[in-house]
């Protein structure tokens, strides 16, 4: 499972969010072999006032976090974020420079779901990886 927030200005998300969240998940598909139909993806535009940041992050500065089941590797959670850089900029025109990824790993027993506990279910896909 991976739940994903993407915090930019309102601005710089009007009319992108469709390729924001096509390169987010792109990046995920591909770095953890992650299902095409799992995508849960949260926008929060933000108006100046709520979005203070240095002035050198540019317009198009935006945040990705994600939370996910924990348990995969470290070479796959580098994996997702060198791929988030490179789809983000070429997908979205978000450079590098703007663009800030965190990923939050807690166990499969601290999520509900589908009216169960995660760490009941079965997913349908590996998180070790």
Known sequence: MAQVVVWSSREFL??????????????????????????????????????????????QYTIVEISAFAGRTESAKRALIAELFVRLETGA??????????????PKVNWGIRGANAADLELGYRVEV
């Open 93 to 106: 025109g978000i450079p590098p420079h703007s663009l800030e990824i965190t990923l939050t790993e807690t």
């Open 14 to 59: 009007a009319g992108r969010r469709e390729q924001i969240s096509d390169a987010v998940h792109g990046a995920v598909m591909a770095a953890w072999d992650y299902p095409a139909e799992k995508r849960f993806h949260r926008f929060v535009p933000l108006d100046p006032e709520d979005f203070v940041h240095p002035p050198d992050r540019g317009p």
